[in-house]
Structure formats: structure tokens, C-alpha cells
């Protein structure tokens, strides 16, 4: 597999340096991709760069983790309007472990292969560098006139907000630089890859290299665009925040429906750069799209392998009966088998009611509950036409009594009652 044709084809190079191919065409080549450890999850908006990884170790290359501890102590300026809170060292180190199992999913670190992925963190050769050192070692061979000229930097001192940009993060392209040539000397390194906003901080790297080295050292950088919406909206963006891989902060059924629900234009562009399928794959899929366009093909094999990806098959499974829940004609055992979590994700939106706890203890008549505990039913006349005409569901089971007994036993986790009015009208009783 030729690694740069691969992401040509799934449009994931927006630019690259002169010579990268020719390079990976020698033989195993080493690269590296810096990960922000700011939080003890990756989102959805790092993937681009973990299957840039994922696809350079398929084709035979030995792929490199950066874990920017030391650099996530200061921020990188680019793309951002304001300097970012800085962890300390034990925090960065747990969210360097809980980053690391996440990408164990898309990289193969624990073979004997000679490409066996690795995972290295800045702060292991950053903590004991000197400021004078690193001044004089490094500082020295990059001009203030060099550094000024990144848009990373132009755009925060021309910007608006006039929050100017502090020395801390001045001096990011130059840690950055460091990590290249550090890394270019004790892993063999060759090669840096990250999104287009990184261009300048990468290409810093290759030019501290050229000065320091000499002009025969040769070091290469690849960039992917920026992942944007059809409309312009940002990616990985929800109204509730970004889209977590730990299912602490998205569930796997919340991951599954925002693959679900992107439009076609964007489908037919995510599929090519967040999943392995082949390029015939997707070709026979963007077929069977066009001809069946309410099928959602595309969204469906993207939502599918991507959830699989990130938490499990089993995960994929609970996701697709928990959305035919809401959409489809499953049962009242399909929906007694959600967790709370999950429930609670697919219900969200839905009319809630808060009843007694201990009036369903003792038993309490549906007509009552659902009318004078519950204003589900405006009236106890209507509840008892919809009831006779067999518009009535309590827990996905046809309720076909208006006066059974509801008892604690019908609650879902202990602690809920679904309640259906006709085909599309849900309400969600919680007992308190």
C-alpha cells in the first residue's frame, strides 16, 4: 500500500513537503503525530490525525504518538483566541494512560513487528532541560523574523480580541521544533503529520533540524486539511459539546447517532477518512446511496464501522436496538435491557414527569397516574378512548386496561415509566 496515494484518494493531504513521497518510498519510515493531552479523552476532531497513523502502520511505516506533555503545559497558539489553563504533571500522566488505551484501539503497539507503534510524552525530555540550555542549544538557531512570520502568530497578534500573545506561547514552535529534532535523533523520525493549522509549527521543526544538523539531514512533513461541515458548521461540534470517545462523556449510542445523522455531503466525505473500507467499498456504497438516497447507505456502514472502532461490536449492536426503540417496532424486552444512560440519551427531549415513588409502591390506577399524577392525558375521557382504540403503550407493551394497577415492578431501572400515545408521542414518568 502506497501511503500517500492512500490518502490522496480518501482526500486527506491538504499539503505536503517536496520529497516526503520519495522518502516513504525507501523503506520503513518513522512518523510522529502530536496529541494535546489537556483532557483524559480524545474527541472525535483528533481521529483525522490517529487514521493518518492508523493507515501509515498499514502500510508498513512504524507510527509515533506524541503525547504533548510538556507542550500541553503552555498551549499552542494556533487556531485558538486565548492562552489555555496549564495541568500539572499528574494529571497529564493520567490523561497520557487513558489516551494511550484509546489508541490502542486504532494502532498495534504490543506487536514484535519492526513497525509496532510507540507513545512518547515531550515532558520525559523536556523536564530536565535547562531554560539557559534550551535558550542557547535551540533558541539561537531560529530568528525572531522566522518565527513571526507563521500565520499561527500573525493571526493572534492582528487579532481582534487584543490579548496579544504571551512568550509562553511564542516560544511553542519552538518546544515543537525540539520534540522533531529530538525525536528525528533517538527514534529515527523522519517524518511529522497533523492537521493544516500545524504547517508552521511542523515546518519550524524541519528547518531547527536543517540548522542544527546540516543541510543533509532530511526531515519531511505531511498536513491533512481542517475536517469542516457541508454547511460551515464546525465538526465534532454538538449542542451538548464535542463527541468523546470515553463513553463517560458520550455513550456508544450517542457516538452511533452523530455518525448517523450527518448529511450526505458529509458522509460521503467522513467515510473515506474515518474508516479503512476499501476505495471500492465506498465507490459500490456512494452506488447504492445514489439510488436509494432515503436508505442512508453511507451513514449507516460510517456510523457502523467507526462505532465498532471506538468502543465494541456489542457496543454497535446496543446502539441499533436502542435507536429502533424510538424509530423502529422493537419490543418491551429490548427496551427493559437499556441501561439508564442509554434510556435517558434516546429519551432526551421527551416530555418528563416527576411522580411519587411511594404512590406506585402501594399501586396506583394507570387512569390516575397517567391523568392526575401526570398530565400525560388532559382528561380521563380521552385516556379512555385511546386506550379502547389501542393508541396506548406503557414499556412498549399495549396497555388494554385503563384501570391495571401500576406498581414498582413496572418501572424500568427502578426508576422509570415509558409512556406512549400513539405512534410518534412518548413520555418519560420518573419516580422519585
Known sequence: MNFVEELRWRGMIHDLMPGTEEQLQKGMTSAYVGIDPTADSLHIGHLVSVMMLRHFQRAGHRPIA?????????????????????LDEEALRHNQESIKKQLAKFLDFDSDAPNAAKLVNNYDWMKNYSFLDFIRDIGKHLTVNYMMAKDS????????????????EFSYQLLQGYDYLYLYQHEG???????SDQ?????????LIRRKLGSEAEAFALVCPLITKADG??????????VWLDRRYTSPYKFYQFWLNVSDADAAKYIRIFTALSQEEILALEKEQEAAPHLRAIQKRLAREITVMVHSEEDYDAAVEA???????STSESLKKLDEDTLLAVFEGVPQFEVAYNDLKEGIKAI??????????????????????????????KLTDQDMTINTSNLLNDKYLLVQKGKKNYFLLIAK
Not at 502568530?153 to 509562553?168: A, D, I, M, Q
Not at 504547517?199 to 528547518?207: D, S, V, Y
Open 368 to 397: 390516575d397516574l397517567f391523568t392526575e399524577k401526570a398530565a400525560v392525558f388532559p382528561s380521563k375521557g380521552e385516556m379512555r378512548k385511546l386506550v379502547q382504540s389501542g393508541g396506548v403503550s406503557l414499556n412498549k407493551e
Open 66 to 86: 506524541l503525547v504533548g506533555g510538556a507542550t500541553g503545559m503552555i498551549g499552542d497558539p494556533s487556531m485558538k483566541s486565548a492562552e489555555r489553563n496549564l
Open 323 to 329: 435507536s429502533n426503540i424510538l424509530f423502529g417496532n
Open 199 to 207: 504547517w508552521g509549527n511542523i515546518t519550524t521543526g524541519t528547518e
Open 233 to 242: 458548521g464546525k465538526f465534532g461540534k454538538t449542542e451538548s459539546g464535542n
Open 153 to 168: 502568530v500573525k493571526k493572534r497578534l492582528s487579532g481582534e480580541s487584543n490579548t496579544g500573545l504571551s512568550f509562553t
Open 189 to 195: 523520525v523522519r517524518l511529522q503529520m497533523g492537521g
